[in-house]
T-cell receptor, first 114, second 114 residues
Framework: DTEVTQTPKHLVMGMTNKKSLKCEQHMGHRAMYWYKQKAKKPPELMFVYSYEKLSINESVPSRFSPECPNSSLLNLHLHALQPEDSALYLC?????????????FGQGTRLTVV | SQKIEQNSEALNIQEGKTATLTCNYTNYSPAYLQWYRQDPGRGPVFLLLIRENEKEKRKERLKVTFDTTLKQSLFHITASQPADSATYLCALDMRNSGTYKYIFGTGTRLKVLA
């Protein structure tokens, strides 16, 4: 199984809503990532988890809150988002962080904030 | 700060020709460089990784070169096909105080014309 599964595929939320994005992998990878991608732009790193611990937060606003409940799951909790937060949110995993290791990406969650 | 630029936002070539994509970076010396393919609305898919001490890497119709003096990587697709049309992203391994992350370049949208 070389899949990273993200749910939901699409999400529309209001600016006062609270929602969560979910990501799951069963490849035994110990590094997991959240990226944000706007149209015609490259993926932009948000968070890195290594062995279930947050190792990198790329100065992401606190309205985005990551969580890694176990080595297979990664969540992104969303609260009080702005319309400019609308984007494709990608989850990825790799055997470990950086170095000689490829990342496996999910299909993404297309988020629209209204 | 690190800049990773890929040549031309879009590149059109005729089927059967060789496509050459460029990735230039500044202010850093990565130990590894990766290339990914991304189709519209989907997550990136890993293609090739090259180490700083490797000059060239090949996989089927793909070839990557890495010139650490020029701070440049070239990505070649030989005998290109319309199915190769996609956005191609380079990604650099960046280390900061022991933490590792991959940062993506700006991407090149390749269109192979039949």
């Amino acid at each position: 199984d070389t899949e990273v599964t993200q749910t939901p595929k699409h999400l529309v939320m209001g600016m006062t809503n609270k929602k969560s994005l979910k990501c799951e992998q069963h490849m035994g990878h110990r590094a997991m990532y959240w990226y944000k991608q706007k149209a015609k732009k490259p993926p932009e790193l948000m968070f890195v988890y290594s062995y279930e611990k947050l190792s990198i937060n790329e100065s992401v606003p606190s309205r985005f809150s990551p969580e890694c409940p176990n080595s297979s799951l990664l969540n992104l909790h969303l609260h009080a988002l702005q319309p400019e937060d609308s984007a494709l949110y990608l989850c990825a995993s790799s055997r470990r962080t950086g170095g000689e290791t490829e990342a496996f990406f999910g299909q993404g969650t297309r988020l629209t904030v209204v | 700060s690190q800049k990773i630029e890929q040549n031309s936002e879009a590149l059109n070539i005729q089927e059967g020709k060789t496509a050459t994509l460029t990735c230039n970076y500044t202010n850093y010396s990565p130990a590894y460089l990766q290339w990914y393919r991304q189709d519209p609305g989907r997550g990136p898919v890993f293609l090739l990784l090259i180490r700083e001490n490797e000059k060239e890497k090949r996989k089927e119709r793909l070839k990557v070169t890495f010139d650490t003096t020029l701070k440049q990587s070239l990505f070649h697709i030989t005998a290109s096909q319309p199915a190769d049309s996609a956005t191609y992203l380079c990604a650099l391994d960046m280390r900061n105080s022991g933490t590792y992350k991959y940062i993506f370049g700006t991407g090149t949208r390749l269109k192979v014309l039949a």
